[in-house]
């Protein structure tokens, strides 16, 4: 289930996402940094011994460190989302960054346009906040955690059950409730070539160039970060700069700054590129971030929620964050 999970992009991108499965008194749960996708191939599973942590949950004195301290000795981090899995009752959880769910729950009316769609599925909403130890934290203050599918605020998708397949197919039937149709890419990536000494390179041929030819698309894009992922792996900011003379001056200052920031750049009118030593996997979290912001300005959404400087602010001096990049630093390429 992790390795169909993780190779499909509409469900989850890169390193994003993470599932586990409990045994007993221990939970299996998939190590920071580890791709979903590789878990067919490598160990991206690590062992979590539950009672601790649930007993930090039901006293409400829950910190992240308290996910090392249950984590058996081992050279890999268990994912910075390890509290809430535990928190759920069924033997099976997977959290997905599904691009038709963010696109719904980035919406301020996300929630009022949920009803409906999920009607008849045991779903329950919960408003953004920090991931790890505060998520878990108002989940099972919310009592969320009770209801089989949990949509996260500008975040993604939680989903418990009792056997993989049950999950995955809840998952599934959740992305294609909430998907849109969006327009064929009409962008040819050709125009984004010849910038290679500047640091950056054409990202990937696919739709996520024609952000540079749709004005909607462009401002939703460089107004703000709105979703963990694309925050950690672009920076607070997208940059939109026009082409020409001045543009391999402008992408070099833009280089000064040490990647995260800076690592994707669109070229009004030619395309999008990536610099050359972005995070492993900021190719496939711009494919993504296309992939929402297309689904959002398809469904007519009025506002776009933005993460606030406090918000944006935390995710970036995270530890847990700044450990998981270090083990997705090199080329997107």
Known sequence: MSARLGTDPALVQAAGGNTSIKCGDRMWV???????????????????????????????????????????AGSLRASVETPFHAL????????????????????????????????????AWQEYLKPGAPLTLALAASGAAQSRIVVLGNHGLIVSGETPEEVEATIRDVHHRLDVPIPAP?????????????GYIPAPEGPLHDLAVRPDLIELATK????????????????????GATLPA?????????????SLVIVRDHGVLLRRDALSG????????????????????????????AEARALLDWDAEKYRQSLNSGNPA
């Open 30 to 72: 998939k190590a920071s940094g580890t791709w979903l996708a590789e878990a067919g191939t490598r160990d991206v599973m690590v062992p979590v011994r539950l009672g601790p942590l649930r007993e930090r949950i039901r006293d409400r004195t829950l910190v992240d460190a308290h996910v090392a301290e249950a984590t058996e």
């Open 88 to 123: 759920f009752d069924p033997p099976v959880v997977a959290h997905v960054h599904c691009v038709s769910t963010i696109a719904t729950a980035i919406a301020e009316d996300g929630l009022d346009r949920l009803t409906g769609l999920l009607d008849g599925l045991d779903w």
């Open 282 to 309: 900021t190719a496939e979290l711009a494919g993504a971030l296309y992939d929402v912001l297309a689904r959002f300005a398809a469904m007519g959404a009025p506002h776009l929620r933005y993460f606030d400087d």
């Open 224 to 243: 703000g970060p709105f979703a963990p992922d694309f925050l950690v792996f672009f920076g607070p900011d997208v940059r939109i700069v026009d082409p």
């Open 186 to 198: 009409g962008l040819d990536r050709s125009r984004v070539s010849g910038w290679d000494e500047t």
């Open 250 to 262: 402008r992408l070099a200052e833009f280089t000064e700054v040490p990647a995260p920031f800076n």
